[in-house]
């Protein structure tokens, strides 16, 4: 009975030779031997895997609608993320009148959900208390303002180079 293999076999990753466990190079090519995955220790998933291993079908279906804002991509990451873990497909879009290259990262996002998933997502955010982020209030906003004026003073600089250069 005790006979059995000790610890998890080596295989070479190179030419998928097995080796016993006590070997530490493959005997046909000299690379170092790794575990053999065994078949009850699935492959890690993939971040595309995981995500799509967590939307639930019935979320996923209509037309895209804007649900809530991000100030920033960081915020409308952070949102869609929340939505993720509740089962909520979502994808970013630059709210209008910003989809200008001037604002880069800072420039507010709209995340849109699928109309399916809309009222889960408004619920979602309510409980998390989000919903109300749109309007800014505390001191959050003053860090994207900072940011916004960092924005503004690059682009007022190169404007300023430029016609310094005429
Ligand atoms: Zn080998």
């Known amino acids: 009975m ?18 016993g466990p006590d070997e530490r190079f493959c005997s046909e ?26 939307i639930k079908p019935q979320f996923a279906e209509g037309e895209l609608i804007r649900v809530v804002g991000g100030r920033n991509l960081t915020e409308a990451e952070f949102l869609q ?25 800072a420039g507010p996002r709209d995340v849109l959900v699928p109309a399916n998933g809309f009222a889960a997502a408004r619920e979602i955010l309510l409980q998390a208390d989000l919903l109300s982020s749109e309007v800014p209030t505390g001191p959050a906003p003053l860090k994207l303002l900072a940011g916004l004026l960092v924005a503004f003073g690059v682009v007022g600089a190169i404007a300023w180079a430029i016609s310094g250069s005429l």
């Open 2 to 19: 005790t006979s059995e293999t000790e610890g998890p076999p080596l295989v070479c990753p190179s030419c998928a030779t097995p080796h």
């Open 29 to 54: 090519c000299g690379t170092p031997l790794v575990f053999a995955p065994s078949a009850d220790a699935p492959a890690p998933m993939t971040e595309a895997q995981e995500r799509a291993r967590k």
């Open 81 to 105: 993320g929340l939505l993720l873990e509740e089962g909520v497909p979502s994808m970013l879009r630059r709210s209008r009148g910003f989809d200008v290259p001037d604002f880069l990262a």
